[in-house]
């Protein structure tokens, strides 16, 4: 009976290709693939697949690039270097090659020079003009001190004046994010980086695109540039020498605002009072010779807490400690804005991130709503201090409407 022996109707016989879809079912196919930078593509279509069976002995090759390979719902991933493998310095190229790190090359500022020489050239013009035209005559007597002045302003010793004016004008062309420097690696590392963080959130998310970071020494720099200044207070800090604290003092009643963070997750809306940490007593030093007003914790209505975001918490690394304002803040020379804000979270440390938007340091407890909740009271802080009372007028929008109508 040759037709039962015959294949059913429409059933195509198996081929090389068919095994082939079988093979690569069973394989793991390549899905990202990993750059010489460190970042994941999509696979290019020339990567073969890796057999189930091969997968475990399969390294980084150029048939087998590292990244990740899937088989269905499976995933495996095939790294730079396998499990096992050393690392040794790299030999000795010999004579004639160059061997140069990533660090950028150190640049020299050739900007004070200019202007000096510039400043320079245009005083020899003046005097050549004088000269020429019979002026030098009359200010004879006079020709030793304008040779003293020129050799003054020529003198080394301003390029300190030229570093001011430097600092002056990165603070007062942008606006910038400062953080007081305190000596501490550490601690002003983290500074910068939560500030870093703080601005590009405040990029994104608003209309403020602060530049860099700057960090301010309270005994040399000038603050005027900054509408806020982050203060992170350590434990066992020196305050300030007298003429800084004037400044200080001054800064902050024509309108400056300073955030001291004292970074100890300070517990309960009394911390301030009772039973104060070390690092409490360093900010009771610094504010000691400071004329400041009566403080509380921000209230319910207080303009903070809905100069962007609507709040009632302002967490940072931590979530227990309070953030305290001065208290009926009302003055028309300030704006409305307080000149001093305190609070205990780490702050900084909750803002930070690096170029892949991963966080530095983690939060405690440690809730991905907390760190928003961070970000969203950096904003906050940072709105109220740049816009004032601007959010407490809105209030009263609705009874002006009203009244315009009328």
């Not at 994104?204 to 860099?212: G, K, L, N, Q, Y």
Request: with cysteine; net charge negative; glycine share 10%.
């Amino acid at each position: 009976r040759v037709l039962d022996l015959a294949p059913a109707a429409g059933a195509a016989p198996a081929t090389a290709v068919d095994g082939e879809i079988a093979g690569q079912a069973a394989a793991f196919m390549p899905a990202l693939a990993l750059t010489g930078e460190g970042d994941l593509i999509d696979a290019a279509p020339e990567i073969k697949p890796i057999a189930a069976s091969a997968f475990d002995a399969a390294r980084a090759t150029a048939e087998t690039p590292p990244g990740l390979y899937r088989r269905g719902e499976a995933e495996r991933a095939i790294n730079v270097s396998a499990m096992g493998d050393g690392f040794r310095p790299f030999p000795d190229l010999g004579g004639g090659i160059a061997v140069r790190g990533l660090a950028p090359t150190p640049t020299l500022a050739l900007a004070p020079f200019v202007f000096a020489m510039a400043f320079g050239l245009f005083l020899v013009d003046c005097l050549a003009a004088l000269f020429l035209g019979g002026g030098l005559a009359r200010f004879a007597g006079r020709r030793a001190a304008a040779a003293l002045a020129l050799t003054l302003a020529l003198a080394p010793d301003r390029a300190l004046s030229q570093e001011d004016l430097t600092f002056a004008v990165r603070g007062a062309l942008e606006t910038h994010l400062a953080y007081v420097v305190t000596g501490d690696g550490d601690t002003d590392r983290i500074s910068e980086e939560g500030l870093a963080g703080l601005g590009q959130i405040l990029a994104e998310r608003t209309s403020i695109e602060p530049a860099e970071p700057i960090g301010v020494n309270v005994e040399r720099d000038e603050l005027v540039f900054f509408p806020l200044i982050y203060w992170p207070v350590r434990a066992g800090a020196e305050p300030p020498s007298a003429a800084a604290l004037a400044k200080i003092s001054a800064y902050m009643k024509n309108g400056g605002t300073i955030f001291f963070d004292l970074q100890d997750d300070g517990a309960g809306p009394d911390f301030l009072s009772n039973a104060p940490s070390p690092a409490t007593e360093a900010l009771r030093a610094i504010l000691a010779k400071i004329d400041i007003p009566p403080l509380e914790p921000v209230p319910p209505d207080h303009v903070l807490s809905k100069s962007f975001y609507l709040m009632d918490t302002f967490p940072g690394r931590y979530d227990q400690g309070p953030l305290w304002v001065e208290s009926g803040v009302g003055d028309e020379t300030s704006d409305g804005v307080s000149s001093i804000i305190i609070g205990s979270n780490s702050y900084a440390a909750a803002w930070a991130f690096d170029v892949n938007r991963l966080p530095l340091y983690a939060v405690i407890p440690g809730t991905d709503r907390q760190r928003e909740l961070a970000y969203r009271t950096g904003v906050n802080i940072v709105m109220y201090a740049l816009t004032g009372n601007y959010k407490a007028d809105q209030v009263h929008v609705p009874a002006l409407l009203e009244r315009l109508g009328q």
